[in-house]
């Protein structure tokens, strides 16, 4: 997907001649009010697979790609793109959306209109299925709310209401499944405030394409419009269009639009603001200490190159690098002649900033350097001198350890929950508060890393913290801590509080993040009462999934797949679990396994099927994935493989938090001969399991482990303490020295002492085990 810079060739003042070895204290700079960032998103889908293709699409989009970058704006731009390519350059362009923005959205391509909805058609829709809605189109309204949630305004531009491509068609939409025909043409929609929606006709009425190899009436007329009168404000310049699009159409089209603008908006880029002037301040005990010192008024010689080192962030400052590297002390004017190929140049009240091109890019290192270059011309007696300047940046550890994914505040770097790595990420985001206590970013992403330590409270802190300081995404982490049911709270000393959590949820929905879509709207589909409450909540997740949140198509998916319910809709079910699936989703994993193993549609039982998604779950780290596996074994499911090898798959399950994986593998053991395996081991498994969050599994153990014999309750006391790194014998009598090592362990781990009890002492040894390697009850 092309980006291109917006080029600012506009003179700014840096400064010249500071003397070799000279140290910059302070660099003052005027005030001038910033141009806000302008951010457009352009597509043309002209090829279609399997409906006709467009004959101006593609030239219609390249012409106004072309038009905005001209007027300044930074151009996400993308051509004959699919489901997923649409999802991500929406994803794209929501992590690069800065707040207080200007942002215009363009489309030209197929759409159409299914109940009250419009839905705009990706290069590969085919309807085979009247559920594939979902997961085969984008919806407008979504779109534009999701881009223009932290703008402030917005245009989106529709030149898309050409024949329906699905005469008599019918399809689900809405959580009750009724069936809406698609019609040609848009229908009118509410659009958010200081918004405007163009569309290229009238409610309900077809466009035209116009000549092959030319431009649409309509888009022919925004650029024309534009060209003639550059100065104008948007609702003067759509007024031109329609009259102009009447009239070259003889009366057939007619454009309409639908505006909550209460400021005026231009796509000329107003004048920029009065170049900032650069006054440096030098080190008083520095002062003179060169016998190289020139004198204003003498000639600045400029370097043909240099490298400036900085971190990399969202907004990365460059006035004072730049000066030092340049060596500069008078005012000197220069222009932006090579614009950087992976960002822009920015001269705002605060300097020359440097805006990186942010993408999602899952975080596989903990170190990772990146860089940019671009070319700055200054304007000096004996003619231009171009300097290339090479930006090197070092991507903070704590973003590579614990950056979240589509955080609309962090730099696209992320790992997703079972890939955090506890001891490092936590080490790395206490570095990275430390040292930048102002960047809320930090503080979300240490509470993500003490999150997934079982440091709940410290979590709870840092996310309100960071939602305090405009974070978005901590908004989402400090509702969940406030409703989950995963968490002692007790332990934890964090009240419970819906009422809060969803004021919050709220706040995250309003500001574009689909992770509070999905925490929400599952609240909503699971608990609500209402028909209303369960729809709000579908909405939710399905706007959550349409940005390609897999755990909202998981929802979803299992919700229609639920047996014995009146929304047991298998196939609507898989169209969402094969999305989660198809974008490497654990979980989508599982459940398609489940589906499998369990006969859910109309394929049946497929035991083999359901062992290999099992297989790729567990090897991605889904926390009950083993246990199932281990399930399939005894039930005889899985060809040549016996009790040892479900004991060591519940093995791996009990390791990740899962009490099941625990039980089972103990029952197994004790109810028959597994090889190396006693009945020592299978209570140690017990004690462990019963420490765990699944409360159901936890009575299960308990209820095993009751009237073990008191030798045998010891022998797994002291072969624990072992494991633990005791040196001790395992005779089964518990002494003093055992009972000493067992109170200084649990001391050590804030634990309180065991009563005078084999059981007791078991469990508090299990306690123990869990204290020093804890598990993840955020997965589960």
């Given at each position: 997907m092309p980006i291109a810079p917006a080029l600012d060739t506009g003179l700014r003042h840096l400064l010249t001649g500071l003397a070799l070895?000279?140290?910059?204290?302070?660099?003052?700079?005027?005030?001038?009010?910033?141009?806000?960032?302008?951010?457009?998103?352009?597509?043309?889908?002209?090829?279609?697979?399997?409906?006709?293709?467009?004959?101006?699409?593609?030239?219609?989009?390249?012409?106004?790609?072309?038009?905005?970058?001209?007027?300044?704006?930074?151009?996400?731009?993308?051509?004959?793109?699919?489901r997923r390519g649409f999802e991500d350059l929406l994803r794209t362009s929501i992590l690069n959306v800065s707040d207080g923005a200007e942002i215009v959205f363009f489309y030209a391509g197929h759409g159409l209109q299914i109940g009250r909805r419009n839905y705009l058609l990706p290069v590969d829709v085919a309807f085979d299925s009247i559920y594939d809605l979902p997961v085969e189109s984008v919806t407008l309204d979504r779109a534009i709310e999701v881009l223009?949630?932290?703008?402030?305004?917005?245009?989106?531009?529709?030149d898309a209401c050409r024949d329906?491509?699905?005469?008599?068609?019918?399809?689900?939409?809405?959580?009750?499944?009724?069936?809406?025909?698609?019609?040609?043409?848009?229908?009118?929609?509410?659009?958010?405030?200081?918004?405007?929606?163009?569309?290229?006709?009238?409610?309900?009425?077809?466009?035209?394409?116009?000549?092959?190899?030319?431009?649409?009436?309509y888009t022919a007329a925004i650029l024309a419009a534009v060209d003639a009168y550059p100065d104008d404000d948007i609702l003067s310049v759509f007024a031109r269009v329609r009259e102009n699009v009447y009239k070259s159409t003889k009366g057939k089209q007619v454009p309409w639009e639908s505006s909550t603008l209460v400021q005026p908006?231009?796509?000329?880029?107003?004048?920029?603001?009065?170049?900032?002037?650069?006054?440096?301040?030098?080190d008083p005990a520095q002062e003179g200490a060169s016998s190289e010192t020139r004198t204003a008024s003498e000639p600045a010689t400029?370097?043909?190159?240099?490298?400036?080192?900085?971190?990399?962030?969202?907004?990365?400052?460059?006035?004072?690098?730049?000066?030092?590297?340049?060596?500069?002390?008078?005012?000197?004017?220069?222009?932006?002649?090579?614009?950087?190929?992976?960002?822009?140049?920015?001269?705002?009240?605060?300097?020359?900033?440097?805006?990186?091109?942010?993408?999602?890019?899952?975080?596989?290192?903990?170190?990772l350097n990146l860089s940019d270059s671009f070319t700055v011309t200054f304007d000096l007696?004996?003619?231009?001198?171009?300097?290339?300047?090479?930006?090197?940046?070092?991507?903070?550890?704590?973003?590579?350890?614990?950056?979240?994914?589509?955080?609309?505040?962090?730099?696209?770097?992320?790992?997703?929950?079972?890939?955090?790595?506890?001891?490092?990420?936590?080490?790395?985001?206490?570095?990275?508060?430390?040292?930048?206590?102002?960047?809320?970013?930090?503080?979300?992403?240490?509470?993500?890393?003490?999150?997934?330590?079982?440091?709940?409270?410290?979590?709870?802190?840092?996310?309100?913290?960071?939602?305090?300081?405009?974070?978005?995404?901590?908004?989402?982490?400090?509702?969940?801590?406030?409703?989950?049911?995963?968490?002692?709270?007790?332990?934890?000393?964090i009240a419970a509080d819906p009422i809060r959590a969803m004021a919050l949820y709220d706040q995250g929905i309003a500001a574009g993040d689909p992770y509070a879509m999905h925490s929400k709207g599952l609240h909503?589909?699971?608990?609500?009462?209402?028909?209303?409450?369960?729809?709000?909540?579908?909405?939710?997740?399905?706007?959550?999934?349409?940005?390609?949140?897999?755990?909202?198509?998981?929802?979803?998916?299992?919700?229609f797949l639920t047996p014995d319910t009146n929304h047991f809709l298998p196939e609507r079910g898989m169209r969402y679990l094969r999305a989660s699936a198809a974008r490497n989703d654990i979980y989508g994993y599982f459940n398609l396994g489940f589906v499998a193993q369990n006969g859910l549609t109309e394929d049946g039982i497929d035991l083999a099927s359901a062992y290999d998604w099992f297989v790729k779950a567990a090897d991605g780290g889904h926390p009950i994935g083993p246990a199932a596996l281990g399930r399939m074994i005894v039930n005889g499911q899985v060809p040549d493989q016996?009790?040892?090898?479900?004991?060591?798959?519940?093995?791996?399950?009990?390791?990740?938090?899962?009490?099941?994986?625990g039980v089972n593998a103990a029952e197994l053991i004790l109810n028959s001969a597994v090889q190396g395996q006693t009945r020592t081991s299978a209570l140690i498994r017990l004690a462990k399991a019963r420490h765990l969050s699944n409360s159901k599994a936890s009575e299960a153990a308990a209820a095993l482990l009751a009237n073990q014999p008191p030798k045998e309750l010891a022998l797994a006391t002291q072969t624990l303490l072992v494991e633990l790194g005791a040196t001790m014998p395992i005779d089964g009598a518990i002494g003093p020295m055992t009972r000493r090592i067992l109170d200084r362990m649990a001391q050590d781990n804030g634990l309180p002492p065991a009563s005078n009890d084999r059981l007791s002492e078991l469990e508090t040894a299990a306690r123990v085990y869990w204290a020093e390697r804890p598990t993840r009850p955020d997965l589960f």
């Open positions: 070895g000279t140290l910059m204290s302070t660099v003052a700079l005027s005030q001038a009010a910033p141009n806000p960032a302008r951010l457009a998103v352009v597509i043309g889908n002209q090829d279609y697979a399997e409906i006709p293709d467009l004959g101006n699409a593609r030239h219609d989009a390249e012409r106004m790609a072309d038009l905005l970058r001209t007027e300044g704006f930074t151009v996400f731009d993308a051509y004959d793109i699919d223009s949630a932290r703008g402030e305004v917005h245009v989106a531009i529709i329906n491509p699905f005469p008599d068609k019918m399809m689900a939409g809405n959580l009750d499944a009724s069936l809406f025909e698609t019609r040609s043409g848009f229908d009118a929609f509410q659009t958010p405030l200081n918004s405007l929606v163009a569309f290229s006709t009238a409610p309900g009425m077809v466009a035209f394409d116009g000549q092959g190899g030319e431009n649409s009436p908006f231009r796509l000329r880029k107003q004048g920029a603001p009065t170049p900032p002037v650069l006054l440096a301040e030098t400029l370097p043909a190159a240099v490298t400036i080192t900085a971190t990399y962030d969202r907004d990365v400052p460059l006035t004072a690098a730049l000066t030092r590297a340049l060596k500069l002390t008078e005012a000197l004017d220069f222009a932006v002649t090579t614009p950087p190929s992976d960002g822009t140049l920015s001269v705002v009240d605060n300097g020359v900033i440097y805006r990186p091109r942010l993408s999602e890019r899952p975080a596989t290192t903990r170190q007696p004996d003619g231009p001198a171009p300097v290339t300047v090479t930006l090197d940046m070092e991507v903070n550890g704590c973003d590579l350890a614990a950056g979240d994914a589509l955080d609309p505040g962090g730099v696209g770097f992320y790992r997703l929950p079972n890939e955090i790595e506890i001891a490092p990420a936590l080490a790395d985001c206490r570095a990275a508060v430390s040292q930048n206590p102002d960047t809320p970013r930090f503080r979300y992403q240490l509470g993500r890393a003490e999150q997934a330590a079982g440091l709940f409270k410290a979590s709870f802190d840092n996310f309100s913290a960071a939602a305090d300081a405009g974070h978005i995404r901590a908004l989402n982490g400090t509702a969940r801590l406030l409703i989950t049911d995963k968490i002692d709270r007790a332990a934890a000393d909503l589909l699971r608990n609500s009462d209402t028909d209303q409450g369960r729809q709000e909540g579908f909405e939710l997740l399905d706007r959550a999934a349409e940005l390609g949140h897999t755990y909202s198509m998981n929802e979803l998916g299992i919700y016996g009790p040892q090898q479900a004991v060591e798959w519940y093995d791996q399950g009990l390791a990740r938090g899962d009490g099941w994986g």
